[in-house]
């Protein structure tokens, strides 16, 4: 059985707070309000990098993550599939519920559903019988009615296959993670409820697990120098694959690898350092603002384009901009809740607010 230290359980939930901060600048993809944008421009390359290059692994590490603590204490799968149901599946459905009323509000109670045209959502006036039912699965790309929530939908779904998981490690044994990263690297693939980075991810954290090996312990033996050294060269090598377009996916596959172990070890730098107040607040509300920052920051980010029309070096720190004002709104709204309606964001959150 393995047994987390202290350290690494302050890091695990720091790490948190990283991830969402990630997941912030995904969606401040600039690229989303000025779609002409050449990718090979100084400020297309810039934008590939901050808002992509180093931040697409986010999701990814909470997927290794969950797949870690899963399988971390020994227990019947079933009684682990009735805390994540309070955990997972009740806050899915709640915060897809949310992502149908906000639409919904804006476009039909106050009339402005003629701002929503071009929209990958079709307008809720449109709405069909099976459209009420496809908000929780796929209704947007493949991506449920709130598109954030594909994640929460993707880790159920492979939290249903745990047994499956658990049956093939104990079997497979060293080929298991051997045959991930080859699916990972070389045999992609991404359907509605699964994909390959899910699976790759979420797998390996579930063979640390199980095989008793205590992931965050293994990363902490790196030596600090000759990790930099290799981040800085396959971050340098993802530029050069994603510029002349060499193979950028599988490139940076392996750099997301290598950027989660630099991730946790600078995590592990920064509790050692002292935890900046701010960034131990976000990594408690983390679940939250990942719920909560979507629709408003894309709105945000789309209706300040057409506005204010930005130049310049705006452009260049607009992710930044966009992140800090996110993470505020998102913080502001969680300790409303905390302190007004703690019943209502311990629904929302699965408890995680406590």
């Known amino acids: 059985m393995i047994i987390l230290s202290q350290k690494q359980s302050n890091n695990i939930n720091l790490l948190k707070g990283v991830s969402i901060l990630l997941v912030l600048f995904i ?24 808002t992509r290059i180093l931040v697409d692994n ?8 969950s797949g870690f603590l899963f399988f971390l204490k020994p227990g019947r799968i079933v009684d682990k599939w009735k805390k994540r149901g309070k955990t997972l599946l009740i806050p899915y459905i709640l915060w897809c519920m949310v992502g149908f009323i906000i639409p919904f509000i804006l476009q039909e109670a106050l009339g402005l559903a003629h701002l929503f045209s071009g929209n990958s959502l079709k307008k809720i006036a449109d709405f069909e019988t099976s459209d009420y039912i496809k908000m929780f699965w796929n209704i947007r790309n493949g991506a449920p009615i709130l598109s954030t929530m594909w994640f929460l939908r993707d880790l159920i779904v492979i939290i249903m296959l745990t047994p499956a998981i658990r049956l093939l490690v104990k ?22 409820g699964m994909s390959s980075s899910t699976l790759f991810w979420f797998g390996m954290g579930s063979w640390f697990a199980i095989k008793g090996k205590n992931l965050f312990a293994w990363i902490e033996c790196f030596n600090g120098n000759l990790l930099l050294v290799v981040w800085i060269s396959t971050l340098i090598t993802t530029i050069i694959s994603f510029y002349y ?6 490139v940076h596959a392996i750099f997301g690898i290598i950027h989660f172990v630099a ?6 730098v920064i509790s050692i350092s002292g935890i900046p107040k701010w960034l131990t607040a976000v990594s408690t509300a983390s679940f939250f603002i990942y719920a909560f920052h979507e629709p408003w920051m894309g709105y945000v980010l789309k209706i300040s384009y057409k506005v204010l029309h930005p130049s310049g070096l705006i452009l260049y720190i607009a992710p930044f901009i966009l992140v800090a004002f996110a993470t505020a709104y998102s913080y502001a709204a969680y300790a409303l809740l905390k302190r007004y309606a703690p019943r209502l964001l311990n629904l929302l959150t699965g408890a995680r607010s406590k």
């Open 27 to 50: 969606h401040a993809n600039i690229k989303d309000a000025i779609p002409n944008l050449d990718d090979k421009s100084a400020l297309g390359m810039w934008t590939q990098v901050v």
């Open 171 to 192: 079997t497979m044994k060293w080929s298991f993670p051997l045959l991930l990263i080859c699916v990972y690297l070389f045999y992609s693939f991404n359907v509605t």
């Open 263 to 268: 991730i946790y070890k600078c995590v592990s």
């Open 58 to 65: 986010a999701v990814p590490m909470f997927f290794l993550v």
């Open 245 to 250: 377009d060499w193979h950028y996916e599988t």
